[in-house]
């Protein structure tokens, strides 16, 4: 390898020079690797954010709903009469769904409890219902 260097004889090249031109080489690398992390990480951070919006929505909806609805990819609803989760997409349109449980209009029939649910944790569970259907549908337990 041939490195000009100022004020030397072509081909002329101490260890320091190559120290020099090693370590820019390095610097360099490492600028690019962090740069690199830094973009994956900001692309990554929607995609963590909705999975915590995901999993905030399954707690709320095993804490608040699943005493009466199957909440997960499988199993029968504790009251027979409770539609399963899996399966509201069958119901209702997910923006109809948090719209009525924003404006306190029970959804269901009468014996369905009242909700105080927050706009967050009604986006949460809206974000598990959508969740739970794509997962159904990627495993073809759903059209």
């Known amino acids: 390898m041939r490195i000009k260097a100022p004020g030397l004889a072509p081909g002329f090249v101490t260890a320091m020079?190559?120290?020099?031109?090693?370590?820019?080489h390095l610097f360099a690398a490492a600028c690019a690797l962090a740069l690199a992390a830094c973009a994956q990480t900001q692309?990554?951070?929607?995609?963590a954010a909705a999975r915590d919006q995901v999993v905030s929505g399954q707690a709320i909806a095993q804490s608040e709903c699943g005493s009466c609805h199957a909440?997960?990819?499988?199993?029968?609803?504790?009251?027979?009469?409770?539609?399963?989760?899996?399966?509201?997409?069958?119901?209702?349109r997910f923006d109809v769904l948090a719209e009525?449980?924003?404006?306190?209009?029970?959804?269901?029939?009468?014996?369905?409890?009242?909700?105080?649910?927050?706009?967050?944790?009604?986006d949460a569970?809206?974000?598990?219902?959508?969740?739970?259907?794509?997962?159904?549908?990627?495993?073809?337990?759903?059209?």
């Open 17 to 24: 020079h190559v120290r020099l031109f090693s370590d820019k």
């Open 43 to 47: 692309a990554e951070a929607p995609h």
């Open 71 to 92: 909440v997960g990819e499988a199993g029968a609803s504790p009251l027979p009469d409770a539609p399963a989760f899996r399966h509201l997409r069958a119901r209702y």
């Open 100 to 122: 009525e449980l924003r404006a306190g209009i029970h959804v269901g029939d009468a014996r369905m409890p009242a909700f105080d649910l927050s706009v967050q944790e009604i």
């Open 125 to 143: 569970l809206i974000a598990y219902l959508g969740a739970l259907e794509a997962e159904g549908a990627q495993n073809g337990l759903r059209p």
